[in-house]
């Protein structure tokens, strides 16, 4: 298996412009979740879905992010507008989870967004 | 809401010592417990689980061990090696399947 898949694996924009980053679960896992890391607050976990369906967005920090999972293979991440402060690394992970005790997370290589 | 601490924040040891990395949390209600280790400007690589029926792990020359009564773990290295250069991460999994990441152990072995 190829593991998380994320892309771009760097993107550097402007502010006020729109970014988009996705991710690919590994195969059959069926959860998913988006974290994002700054030197500031470390890892913070921003949504996670479970089969598809967004369970838990209190950690999404406002109304400029928004996330979808269209399928069980693909999920977005997206800002609009960028702010400079929404530069940072992040994260998405996947999991197969029939027994919460055993939830290993596998996370994905991340996405290094530089708003300028 | 779960807080996790983990000391020291950097550490620095010569090749061949074993060394100890520390990680605390203040909600003892976890269903397990996370090591992780991540790269300069990579992702995170899971190095052990520890379930919460369980006291300890092991992979290799790393332990890791887990008391919930008392809110810690701790992450044993046996015989460290320039390549276990990298931030250590702990995290616990409590309500909602959420990892609550600790703010990570920065690792140097020096030759």
């Known amino acids: 298996d190829a593991g998380v898949i994320q892309s771009p694996r760097h993107e550097v924009t402007e502010m006020g412009q729109e970014v988009t980053l996705r991710c690919k679960p590994i195969?059959?896992?069926?959860?998913l979740f988006w974290y994002r890391q700054t030197m500031m607050r470390g890892l913070e976990l921003l949504i996670y879905f479970n089969n598809n369906v967004p369970i838990d967005d209190s950690g999404m920090p406002e109304d400029r992010f928004s996330a979808k999972m269209p399928n069980a293979s693909f999920s977005t991440l997206k800002i609009q507008p960028s702010e400079p402060r929404d530069s940072a690394v992040y994260f998405c992970a996947s999991s197969l989870s029939q027994d919460r005790v055993r939830n290993e997370q596998f996370f994905g290589p991340g996405t290094r967004l530089t708003v300028l | 809401k779960q807080e996790v601490t983990q000391i020291p924040a950097a550490l620095s040891v010569p090749e061949g010592e074993n060394l100890v990395l520390n990680c605390s949390f203040t909600d003892s209600a976890i269903y397990n417990l996370q090591w992780f280790r991540q790269d300069p400007g990579k992702g995170l690589t899971s190095l052990l689980l520890?379930?919460?029926?369980?006291r300890e792990q092991t992979s290799g020359r790393l332990n890791a061990s887990l008391d919930k009564s008392s809110g810690r773990s701790t992450l044993y290295i046996a015989a460290s090696q320039p390549g276990d250069s990298a931030t250590y991460l702990c995290?616990?999994?409590?309500?909602?399947?959420?990892?609550?990441f600790g703010t990570g152990t920065q690792l140097k072995v020096e030759l």
């Open positions: 995290a616990a999994t409590g309500g909602g399947n959420k990892l609550t």
């Open positions: 520890i379930q919460s029926s369980q």
């Open positions: 195969s059959g896992h069926d959860y």
